[in-house]
């Protein structure tokens, strides 16, 4: 008889954007594991970002159950629907907030902790305990952000002792924009203590790369399981790579991921090489701050970027493999490092060179060296000879219409054996 486990996630199909996949291809995978996944997601969610065509990849074999939720999205949207979408996008604005901005991130920070999901705790719990008991539900799986999912496992565990696993598909209180919320002391505690309890109740705790590990482990001696993010079987048609040199980023470009010495290095290429000039674009594929778009027109790039805005998971998978270098941009902080993003497996897959940008031994550098699918920098100044350098090499070979990959040990990141490391940690 199949094991049962219920999945307790915010982000579920018609839900854009990479916090869908992980849970998603998860439960694509674990009946051919003996396991029978039960999915539980709001009913009427604020998502920023949608996909339709991911709705057709939910598995057959799933059972979904869902309730209402409310969000203060809803309300605040009436004083800014554009700027409050912004905001539960993570695309936070660093420089010249308006005040309906800074109002709506200190509201955010202190009055919704840890998350403006926190509303759906309590309904969740009281729905969900009478279903784990009548459908002898064996083991709960909450997955993070929003945190505030971890409550309701927290409370589930207090209330039936059932097995537990905490997945953090991001840190909690050191992910890169906690610190642009405009928390109080009292808030920073809060989140902490949040934070602690959860780690220190799970049976189990999941995260995405070791660095997050390492920094839960000094919080909690619970056992903590790395199962990274991966790819799996791409089902669209292959296209010619594209005729342009391009250098594409395919994701969301938050304020912190804005690597100026980059932008400078083209710049720079674009005055010294005439062929560069001609041929290169610069795509931006998803969400770009406002931050990042100035950056880039003060360094003269504005007549080579070709900004294309949101797109489907099925259209960025085929501007993956046409694209002639792809770029994975994170913020450059120290507590960054332990984010892989969702992307760079894909990006593995796609057979086209990686450059990587982000802090000192961030994981994600790690991944593209043992690989052997491109190069990483640093966010330093004195990168620029080496960033020009792997620009001209990778020119010159799109020249030579010979510029590609040759990947190793990528396929540990399908995520079919990613499932497999999964179903071993269930009792």
């Known amino acids: 008889m199949n094991k049962k486990v219920l999945i307790i996630t915010y982000y579920w199909p018609p839900a854009g954007g990479p916090g869908v996949q992980r849970w998603l291809k998860f439960v694509k995978y674990l009946p051919e594991f003996g396991v029978e996944p039960i999915v539980y997601c709001p009913e009427n969610p604020s998502y920023p970002l949608l996909d339709d065509d991911l709705v057709k990849e939910v598995s057959d074999k799933v059972t979904i159950l869902k309730q209402p939720i409310f969000e203060p999205y809803q309300l605040a949207s009436i004083f800014s629907k554009k700027k409050t979408k912004t905001i539960a996008s993570g695309l936070i604005n660093t420089k010249k907030q308006t005040l309906v901005e800074k109002l709506l991130l200190y509201i955010r920070g202190n009055y919704f902790i840890p998350d403006a999901r926190k509303f759906w705790v309590k309904p969740s719990v009281n729905y969900l305990s009478k279903y784990i008991r009548e459908n002898g539900i064996e083991t709960i799986i909450t997955t993070g952000p929003p945190h505030s999912l971890h409550l309701i496992g927290l409370q589930l565990k207090k209330q039936l002792n059932i097995n537990w696993i905490a997945d953090f598909r991001d840190p909690w209180t050191t992910i890169g924009y906690h610190d642009k919320m405009k928390l109080s002391v009292a808030s920073q505690q809060k989140h902490k203590l949040f934070e602690k309890e959860v ?11 070791p660095s997050t590990k390492t920094e839960f ?86 007549n080579h970027v070709n900004v294309m805005g949101y797109i489907s998971h099925k259209e960025a ?66 990168e620029k000879k080496a960033i020009k350098a792997k620009l001209r090499s990778c020119f010159e070979a799109y020249q030579k219409e010979n510029l590609d990959v040759n990947g190793t040990g990528i396929q540990q990141y399908h995520r079919k054996n990613l499932t497999s490391k999964l179903a071993e940690i269930l009792p």
């Open 199 to 209: 780690l220190e109740t799970a049976d189990n705790i999941l995260v995405t790369s």
């Open 317 to 382: 998978q085929i501007q993956q493999r046409v694209s002639q270098v792809l770029l994975l941009i994170e913020i450059d902080s120290p507590i960054t490092k332990c984010i892989i993003p969702g992307k760079l497996f894909e990006y593995l897959q796609s057979n086209r060179p990686i450059l990587g940008f982000g802090p000192e031994k961030a994981d994600f550098k790690a991944i593209i060296a043992h690989t052997n699918t491109g190069s990483s920098f640093g966010y330093e100044q004195t």
């Open 217 to 302: 482990e000094v919080i909690t001696q619970k056992p903590i399981t790395v199962i990274t993010n991966g790819f799996d079987d791409v089902k669209v048609k292959r296209f010619p790579l594209d005729t342009k040199f391009t250098l594409s980023h395919i994701g969301s470009l938050l304020s912190g991921r804005n690597p100026k010495v980059l932008w400078d290095s083209i710049a720079e290429l674009l005055q010294e090489n005439i062929d560069f000039n001609t041929h290169f674009e610069l795509k931006l594929i998803g969400a770009v701050s406002n931050d990042v778009l100035a950056s880039i027109k003060e360094c003269g790039l504005v």
